[in-house]
């Protein structure tokens, strides 16, 4: 995502690289989990088709874990997204649904090289976009209009 500034510690450098053998099973699930579930109203649930764990605000699902966990779909606006995708291409992609509708998804994020702090301000921008906006105003301290 950003490339300037001081190095940044990665999600792989912190937890193992989920994307290869030897590292710690579920490690990346376990810290988006920890990022997820701290912010209100979250629950977690599993995904009827592909059984990985999917977190949801008031019933709208705003991240999913990827069937690899290599990667996650955060559900940010289709602009957001493209944008990153744009700027990041090897670890970024917006994407759509693979059915008829070929509606948007969200902003699928690979984690090797990913710096962690990119990805947890990923999983409050996801949750941000799909929670009641009073529920955001109360947590971030915005005034609502």
């Known amino acids: 995502m950003d490339s300037s500034g001081p190095p940044h510690r990665t999600i792989t450098a912190a937890l193992g690289d989920p ?4 590292s710690v099973p579920g490690a990346a699930t376990a810290k988006i989990r920890e990022w997820a579930t701290a912010l209100p109203e979250v629950t977690e649930k599993q995904h009827h088709l592909f ?15 990827g069937r690899d966990e290599c990667t996650a779909v955060f559900c940010i606006p289709e602009e957001s997204a493209t944008s990153a995708a744009a700027v990041d291409p090897e670890h970024a992609a917006a994407i759509r649904r693979k059915d ?11 984690f090797a090289g990913v710096p ?5 301000a990923l999983v409050r921008e996801a949750w941000a976009t799909q929670a009641p906006k009073g529920l955001v105003n109360q947590h971030t301290g915005a005034v609502p209009r």
Not at 100 to 110: D, T
């Open 116 to 120: 962690a702090k990119r990805v947890e």
């Open 100 to 110: 008829a509708r070929r509606s948007f998804l969200g902003l699928e994020v690979r």
């Open 51 to 65: 059984r990985v764990p999917v977190w949801q605000v008031r019933g709208r699902t705003f991240l999913g874990m």
């Open 19 to 22: 994307c290869h053998s030897g």
